[in-house]
């Protein structure tokens, strides 16, 4: 079955340190990517997407790459804020289902 | 629109009670999902609607739980005679027809069984 495997956490970095969180996956045929971004008390929101090989999914300063070879989306930030401590998770969706698979998160903690 | 809204955002309950929750997804998705999310994990899937009709459902979904879209709107989770294993994060999600575009989750609501 589809599974998603995250780096362990918590990851602790200072202000402006570059950020990298691992995904890799396992997946039936060529799955959509999503990273999800979870803050303190609230539910997940949608950080950046990827629907095929080779595509760059980017926003706020984040980015990650669907490597098709390797299975990954490994999640990146070049200089990371305390605003960004929170939970990210990966997902992916197989073609052909209509139900996401997460991955268990990695709690991301930021210092000033 | 203002998002996916759910409803309460907490509820504490006595071992053996029922509960329900709401949740409203965004008025164009006709796809809303229900997930349950535990300390430490990600969100697990329960359940899944089409408009109205129930498509798949989890095998964490015991007999307990019960969920309904009764006009395709805005759905219902029900837990029967609750357990202290209950305890945990419910999350709404929805979506267009695809998903590609992703999913919009609410806040949830967080259930706490004592």
């Known amino acids: 079955g589809d599974s998603v495997t995250q780096m362990e956490g918590p990851v602790t970095l200072s202000e402006e340190a570059f950020l990298t969180i691992n995904c890799t996956y396992t997946?039936?045929?060529?799955?959509?990517l999503f990273w999800y971004v979870q803050y303190p008390g609230e539910g997940l929101q949608l950080l950046l997407k990827a629907t095929k090989a080779d595509d760059k999914g980017s926003n706020k300063g984040f980015e990650a790459t669907y490597r098709k070879e390797t299975t990954s989306f490994h999640l990146e930030k070049g200089s990371v804020q305390v605003s960004d401590s929170a939970v990210y998770f990966c997902?992916?969706?197989?073609?052909?289902?209509?139900?996401?698979?997460f991955g268990r998160g990695t709690s991301l903690i930021v210092h000033p | 629109d203002t998002g996916v809204s759910q409803n309460p955002r907490h509820k504490i309950t006595k071992r053996g009670q029922n509960v329900t929750f709401r949740c409203d997804p965004i008025s164009e998705h006709n796809r809303l999902y229900w997930y349950r999310q535990t300390l430490g994990q990600g969100p697990e899937f329960l359940t899944y609607?089409?408009?109205?009709?129930?498509?798949?459902k989890s095998r964490l979904l015991s007999d307990r739980f019960s969920a309904e879209r009764p006009k395709g709107s805005f759905s219902t989770l029900e837990i029967q005679r609750t357990e202290q294993g209950d305890s945990a994060m419910y999350l709404c999600a929805s979506s267009l027809q695809s998903g590609t575009d992703g999913y919009t989750f609410g806040s949830g609501t967080r259930l706490t069984v004592v």
């Open positions: 997946a039936t045929g060529y799955p959509s």
């Open positions: 997902a992916l969706l197989s073609g052909g289902s209509y139900i996401p698979t």
């Open positions: 609607f089409q408009n109205e009709a129930q498509l798949e």
